[in-house]
């Protein structure tokens, strides 16, 4: 079965640190990789995905990640983090184009003022 | 535009109860999806639904129950709470399973069983 694998539980940070979140995931076919965030008290809110093309994504709020297939890697960058970035992030990935999406356990990020 | 409306937000049951946590959402999606969500553990599929009328069981369906006779709403049951299912469930929609694939999820439930 397929998983995916976040690295880190909890990182912290101070602000203006650069950010980089690691996520894995076991499938080696075609995949569909997404982040998702979720503020402290809110729902999940999707970050960026990426389906093909240019391996690096950008999404909202001056994220990116960068897919890289050999490594099997999805990894969340930020160059310079603020205290508002404090938050849960979830990366996620569907196998092929018609599966459900397999969430991996988290990592929480807290940005220290 | 509510998006994804979950129902209740916050729920106690004593063990063995039965209850019915209902989403709804105004966008027209056909794809529906419950999830739990515990610490350390992620977000796990419960159940999910490709239409209306249509249920199927995902990664831990074992204790839920689903319904989905209108499109806009899924409904999740529990005939008899145990305490592992104190949880904070998150209801979601897509338009497709592929195309953007994108996920709109509800603001969450939390259920305590004691």
């Known amino acids: 079965a397929q998983s995916v694998s976040q690295h880190n539980h909890h990182v912290i940070l101070s602000e203006a640190a650069s950010l980089e979140l690691g996520c894995n995931y076991s499938y080696g076919g075609t995949v569909n990789l997404f982040w998702y965030v979720q503020y402290p008290g809110q729902h999940l809110q999707l970050l960026l995905k990426?389906?093909?093309?240019?391996?690096l994504v950008k999404g909202i709020k001056g994220f990116e990640a960068e897919f890289i297939k050999s490594k099997f890697s999805f990894n969340l960058r930020k160059p310079s983090v603020q205290w508002s970035d404090t938050a849960e992030y979830f990366c996620?990935?569907?196998?092929?184009?018609?599966?459900?999406?397999?969430f991996g356990k988290g990592t929480k990020l807290s940005v220290k003022p | 535009n509510a998006g994804v409306t979950q129902t209740p937000k916050f729920r106690v049951l004593k063990t063995g109860q039965s209850m019915t946590l209902l989403c709804a959402q105004d966008m027209n999606h056909e794809y529906m999806y419950w999830y739990r969500q515990d610490p350390g553990m992620g977000l796990r599929l419960i159940h999910y639904s490709v239409g209306e009328g249509t249920t199927a069981k995902g990664e831990v369906p074992d204790g839920y129950n689903v319904s989905r006779l209108k499109k806009q709403n899924f409904l999740l049951g529990l005939e008899s709470a145990a305490p592992s299912q104190t949880s904070v469930y998150f209801c979601?929609?897509?338009?497709?399973?592929?195309?953007?694939?994108?996920?709109?999820f509800g603001e969450g439930s939390r259920l305590t069983v004691l």
């Open positions: 979601a929609s897509s338009r497709t399973r592929g195309d953007t694939g994108e996920l709109f």
């Open positions: 990426y389906f093909s093309g240019d391996p």
């Open positions: 996620a990935v569907r196998q092929g184009s018609q599966g459900n999406l397999i």
